[in-house]
């Protein structure tokens, strides 16, 4: 629970002829993190990588021909399968791809023809229609022996350009049809002019009407037979769209099944290229954890008995690059994301996701105490969790957090009186916040000098994991750094808490030597661990140093103990918030009408979702700065089984 899973490390030396199902084992244990082995096993490797690359590429190719063939079919790719697929060879792969584009070939090219010629009818429709009143074979008009006729569209804006550079020919522009950017105009002239006027036509853009030879009839007769014809392509199409559907409705599985094959194939090929190999062996590492190695094992030896298998433990050295496996109860594992948001905990780090979910909705629920507001939070929470409404499916790993912050916020709601802010209808069983400001304040330090402690002595264990002597007895988070701080609130509380137990002489001898400790706290730890030299530079450099590390430490311990006055502030907002919710219903409905329920209800809205969040920000900054900055570093390498489909 606090730490991660124990890893080993485990070394397999496998045939070439079992790289595939090797690999294949080692993913579908789904706890083997691989890693690239060490430097002195990179001198005796040989690269023999061509034929992985080839595959690789071909499976690129494939998969990009699915996802087209998919995209076309109108088939949604979906969400990865619950288990791993089993990898499809590269040829068979192939000739399933092929064999699907054949069947659908036929159908897609007679769309594209007939999608083509539909929109071919409908733009001589569109420009015949502004003639279908004339009276006239089109197909003389170009053939008069003494009258040039040109009929086509031309842009609007174009049409005075057109008009001006024939001022001095013989012509008429007729307009039959102007919208907002074309026009369908017949320019008339004469036939010895042929040439002048098709150069100003083309210069003013003007695209002229060319008919196939069996719409050249009269306009009204072309007409019809482009609607015919249209209506005829359109069934055509229809027909072809439904092959396409029936080839929809027969390959969607399969066309799914087949691209997470070919993706499981292509992660398992881009694996075997990682691995380092000699002539006819290939150098497999990786880290598993320690419970799971004989399983793995067994797993291993199953496809192929002639694979190598050594097994050792994290050296010293090397546990700064070894994965974490974090290992939680469903009841906390919710609060891990917040966690490792923040970072990932080393291995030899304690995984301070217990104490997260201990604290996390305890300095929430301080701040945002009611419980008609817990309440409405505690509901959401559950509906988050039950993943019943699809919009809010992204958010279910967030439901957890919301459930403990909504009830923490009920427990401080009897505790503060507070019910959807009203406070005359709970006694408090502790303390209003707004009438008794000065009374919640200390507590809430109190609260947070224990919640520092805790991250202090949390720091004590990672530092006695990690065998790191000097800082678990010196350092200033160490226990030189405890006793200099509970040391400095004693000799406060003996100074001014009057009737206190104790004088100030012991708190005083107590300060100054966890200071001198703390001081010193280099040199210390170098004699006890036995390194040389002990102080690295001049000893003037070292003093100046560390008595400005002291001091900032003390001021840090200071400033980190007062921010947890935010808790007692916020709940002193939180009250005023409400209060003003209900001051402003008595002022729109004195006499509690409908007016004054609809404001409190609107406004406990607001009030659980604008304060909600800025709250939620406040408790993610006490813990991530006041609280993790005592002992967590995040600095950890993320465990992550190899798997041959991605599914985050």
Not at 604 to 609: D, E, I, K, P, S
């Amino acid at each position: 629970m606090f730490r991660p899973q124990m890893m080993s490390r485990v070394k397999l030396m496998v045939p070439e002829h079992d790289i595939v199902p090797v690999t294949e084992a080692l993913a579908l244990s789904g706890v083997f993190h691989p890693v690239s082995s060490g430097r002195a096993e990179e001198k005796k490797v040989i690269p023999y990588t061509e034929h992985w690359q080839e595959q690789a590429a071909s499976l690129a190719d494939l998969e990009r021909r699915i996802l087209a063939a998919m995209e076309t079919l109108g088939i949604e790719v979906g969400p990865p399968p619950a288990t791993d697929p089993h990898p499809i060879e590269v040829e068979l792969a192939r000739r399933d791809v092929e064999q699907l584009e054949q069947e659908a070939q036929e159908s897609l090219e007679g769309i594209e023809k007939l999608q083509h010629k539909l929109d071919q009818l409908r733009h001589y429709l569109k420009q015949l229609e502004p003639l279908a009143d004339v009276e006239v074979n089109l197909d003389s008009l170009s053939h008069l022996r003494y009258t040039f006729v040109l009929l086509g569209t031309m842009p609007v804006a174009n049409l005075t350009r057109l008009q001006t550079s024939l001022e001095l020919v013989p012509s008429v522009l007729v307009t039959l049809k102007r919208g907002e950017h074309l026009a369908t105009v017949i320019l008339f002239g004469r036939q010895c002019d042929a040439e002048i006027l098709n150069r100003a036509a083309r210069s003013a853009y003007l695209n002229p009407l060319s008919l196939p030879k069996q719409y050249q009839t009269t306009p009204a007769e072309a007409i019809a037979a482009l609607r015919l014809g249209i209506e005829r392509t359109r069934q055509h199409l229809n027909e072809y769209q439904a092959d396409i559907e029936r080839l929809r409705s027969a390959h969607e599985q399969h066309l799914r099944s087949l691209l997470w094959r070919i993706r499981a194939r292509h992660t398992l090929v881009k694996t075997i290229i990682s691995y380092q190999r000699m002539r006819y062996v290939y150098l497999v590492t990786g880290w598993v954890p320690a419970a799971q190695v004989p399983a793995l094992e067994q797993q291993v030896k199953q496809v192929s008995d002639k694979t190598l298998i050594e097994v050792s433990s994290a050296s010293r050295q090397e546990r700064d690059s070894v994965p974490s496996a974090l290992e939680n109860s469903p009841l906390v594992k919710p609060f891990q994301s917040l966690v490792t948001t923040y970072g990932y905990p080393g291995y030899s780090e304690m995984d301070p996701t217990f104490l997260t979910a201990l604290t996390f909705p305890l300095i929430f629920g301080i701040m945002f105490g009611d419980v008609g507001h817990g309440l409405l939070l505690a509901l959401l929470g559950g509906l988050l969790i039950s993943r019943k409404v699809h919009a809010l499916r992204g958010f279910a790993g967030t439901g957890g957090i919301v459930l403990a912050c909504g009830v923490l916020a009920m427990l401080f709601g009897f505790l503060y009186g507070s019910v959807f802010g009203f406070e005359t209808i709970l006694a408090p069983l502790w303390v209003q916040p707004l009438e008794d400001i000065m009374g919640i304040l200390p507590v809430t330090v109190g609260i947070g000098v224990v919640i520092l402690t805790v991250g202090m002595l949390s720091n004590l264990i990672n530092t006695f994991w990690a065998r790191r002597w000097g800082q678990l007895l010196f350092e200033h988070n160490g226990l030189a750094g405890i006793i200099f701080y509970w040391s400095l609130l004693g000799l406060a509380a003996s100074l001014f808490v009057d009737n206190f137990p104790l004088g100030s002489a012991p708190f005083v001898v107590l300060v100054i030597t966890a200071a001198l400790a703390m001081t010193f706290s280099e040199v210390l730890g170098n004699l006890i661990e036995g390194q040389r030299p002990l102080i690295e530079g001049s000893l003037s450099t070292y003093l100046i140093q560390v008595l400005v590390e002291l001091f900032e430490s003390t001021i840090s311990l200071l400033s980190n103990t007062l921010s947890y006055v935010r808790m007692g502030a916020f709940a002193v907002a939180h009250g005023c918030l409400s209060l003003v919710v209900l001051i402003i219903a008595g002022i729109v409905s004195p006499a509690h009408g409908v007016g004054y329920w609809l404001v409190v209800v609107l406004g406990n809205l607001f009030v659980v979702g604008f304060e909600g969040l800025i709250v939620s920000i406040q408790t993610l900054r006490l813990e991530y700065y006041e609280f993790f900055s005592k002992f967590f570093a995040g600095d950890g390498v993320r465990y992550r089984p190899l798997s041959l489909i991605s599914r985050e």
